[in-house]
Nanobody, 124 residues
């Protein structure tokens, strides 16, 4: 089992920056990547970013447009998401997740373990 605890979400203004963290614990030997997803009210869960366990590969959802950066600190077992130039449409609950298997990295079904989510609200 893998446990994920996300934190860092809060109310910010449009144009602000915000960093999210996700503490990872448990048996991670079968995990091949870590990702962030988000879900806004009334919408489906959306792929935000993914990073390989070695940290040498990252990928982002199309909407990111260079504003977000995913990273990880293996020594601290922590995943990060730095978000810059936030927009009101970035308002959502953000989830960190651990991927296992070979399903596409942008698919929520590829991720076996999920954190509890952290609310990000961007005011205009």
């Amino acid at each position: 089992q893998v446990q994920l605890v996300a934190s860092g979400g809060r109310l910010v203004q449009a144009g602000d920056s915000l960093g999210l963290s996700c503490e990872v614990s448990g048996r991670t030997s079968d995990i091949n990547a870590m990702g962030w997803f988000r879900q806004a009210p009334g919408k489906e869960r959306e792929f935000v970013a993914v990073i390989s366990q070695t940290g040498d590969y990252t990928n982002y959802g199309d909407f990111v447009e260079g504003r977000f950066t995913i990273s990880r600190d293996g020594a601290k077992n922590t995943l990060y998401l730095q978000m810059n130039s936030l927009k009101p449409e970035d308002t959502a609950v953000y989830y960190c997740a651990a991927r296992r298997g070979t399903m596409p990295e942008w698919a929520a079904g590829a991720y076996a373990y999920w954190g509890q989510g952290t609310q990000v609200t961007v005011s205009s």
